[in-house]
């Protein structure tokens, strides 16, 4: 199991940019596919970007893609989503999981953090 705590998220205007960060506890964090994901009011949760365990296959919804950048540092234990172009859209709480095997659907993450809300005004 793997404790996350994400960071980063505000209040920001439409085209703007934020970078949320994640931390992880543990030793094991190099062993843990992490994603991204969102839940906007009265929506359900979903992927916005996952990373693999060295980083070097990602992920990303459609509806993020080209506007959103995932990456990790495992000598940090940390994993970061730099958001650019926000739209009113992306407005949700966004949170980080962990899952040691590959997969982009929610429902099979095992370890959340607390999320981090993200507004954007138009």
């Known amino acids: 199991q793997v404790q996350l705590v994400e960071s980063g998220g505000g209040l920001v205007q439409a085209g703007g940019s934020l970078r949320l960060s994640c931390a992880a506890s543990?030793?094991?964090?190099?062993?843990?596919?992490m994603g991204w994901f969102r839940q906007a009011p009265g929506a359900g949760r979903e992927v916005v970007a996952v990373?693999?365990?060295?980083?070097?296959?990602?992920y990303y919804a459609d509806s993020v893609k080209g506007r959103f950048t995932i990456s990790r540092d495992n000598a940090k234990n940390t994993v970061a989503l730099q958001m650019a172009n926000l739209k009113p859209e992306d407005t949700a709480v966004y949170y980080c999981a962990a899952k040691r095997n590959w997969s982009n659907l929610v429902g099979n993450y095992e370890d959340w953090g607390q999320g981090t809300q993200v507004t954007v005004s138009s």
């Open positions: 543990g030793r094991t964090f190099r062993s843990y596919v």
């Open positions: 990373i693999s365990w060295t980083g070097d296959s990602t």
